[in-house]
């Protein structure tokens, strides 16, 4: 897959195709309708599959000091992309210029102009240009005017509801991983680099792999049953394991992030790149009386957390 982030100075060999446009946070089932009509079409041109995004996420742009709540940053998107079979992705830098943009004036400067689209495919409910002032049938009726053309897919719904970023924020942050994953196709996952820690975990009996989720909207604080995969180095290959997720309130006040505990692992992780899915929610963040206590409690969790991965 390409990723393309210049979008102003866009090789000839990349420009034209169709694409699928939107923020695309999280993958989830709505978006990947939206991939695989735009999917289709391509192969019915016998032209590339592409995607066009935004870097940031106009919500970071127009509101940075906001909580958290993008569902995976951007190296994990394309991740996912990838694995659909995008061929191109188009990162289009979210700035001052694009935000002045009128729908009218995007449609003709980024769609036309700068990538050349043939065809776009965007979602029932999505809207463009300065104040939002355009919308999926504003869309289709530049484009009949502009050369191009114009699928709205229809939302996805599921028995847990409409299938939405907002909503899949919601079950994560009530601890209900597996109603998220339903929503998504695939099970919500942290990814990032594994960082130095306090090393506490070590001296407890459970050396963790640390990882920072600042910038991600932060699921339920509590312990998990978790899947890993280590992406890169010695040790790459998937895994089982708990994680927990919070301020680890037993040792003063912290920034939150996330400690995963690998089962039957040894090994150094330190800089490898992990993806930590979240497949149960286990319990609440605590903070006990001792440590004592703390490692009881711990080896209940790893055990429940064994039970439940071994049918998943």
């Known amino acids: ?3 393309i982030r210049d979008t102003h100075f866009i090789d000839p060999d ?3 195709g169709v694409a699928a446009i939107g923020n695309f946070d999280g993958v989830h089932l709505g978006h990947q309708a939206v991939i695989d009509i735009a999917r289709a079409e391509a192969t019915r041109r016998g032209v590339p599959l592409g995607i066009m995004t935004f870097e940031p996420h106009p919500r970071n742009f127009f509101a940075p000091a906001t909580p958290a709540f ?3 940053n951007a190296e994990a998107k394309a991740n996912r992309l990838d694995k659909l079979g995008v061929e191109r992705l188009f990162e ?3 700035n001052k210029a694009l935000a ?5 004036a995007f449609a003709q400067t980024v769609i036309c102009d700068q990538l050349g689209l043939d065809h776009v495919v965007v979602g029932q409910d999505f809207c463009f240009g300065k104040g939002r002032s355009g919308n999926a049938e504003t869309l289709k009726a530049f484009g009949a005017e502009m050369g191009f053309g114009v699928t709205i897919a229809q939302m996805v719904a599921l028995d847990a509801g409409e299938v939405s970023s907002t909503n899949i924020r919601a079950a994560l942050a009530d601890g209900r991983p597996r109603v998220a994953a339903e929503m998504l196709g695939h099970w919500h996952r942290i990814v990032g680099e594994v960082i130095r820690g306090d090393q506490r975990g070590r001296d407890l009996g459970y050396p963790t792999a640390n990882m920072s989720i600042d910038g991600r ?3 339920k604080f509590g312990v998990y049953a978790v899947k890993a995969d280590v992406l890169n180095g010695p040790h790459a290959g998937s895994y089982t394991g708990a994680a927990s997720i919070g301020v680890r309130p037993m040792f003063g006040e912290n920034v939150p ?3 995963t505990f690998i089962f039957d692992f040894k090994g150094d992780l330190y800089g490898a790149e992990i993806s930590v899915a979240l497949v149960d929610f286990l319990r609440p963040e605590l903070k006990f009386d001792s440590l004592e206590a703390l490692i009881t409690q711990m080896d209940a969790d790893c055990a429940k957390a064994r039970e439940i991965l071994a049918d998943v």
């Open 1 to 3: 897959m390409r990723i």
């Open 14 to 16: 990349n420009r034209g």
């Open 70 to 72: 993008r569902l995976m």
């Open 92 to 94: 289009v830098p979210f």
């Open 100 to 104: 002045e943009l009128d729908a009218r």
């Open 217 to 219: 909207h932060p699921p």
């Open 257 to 259: 992030n996330c400690e």
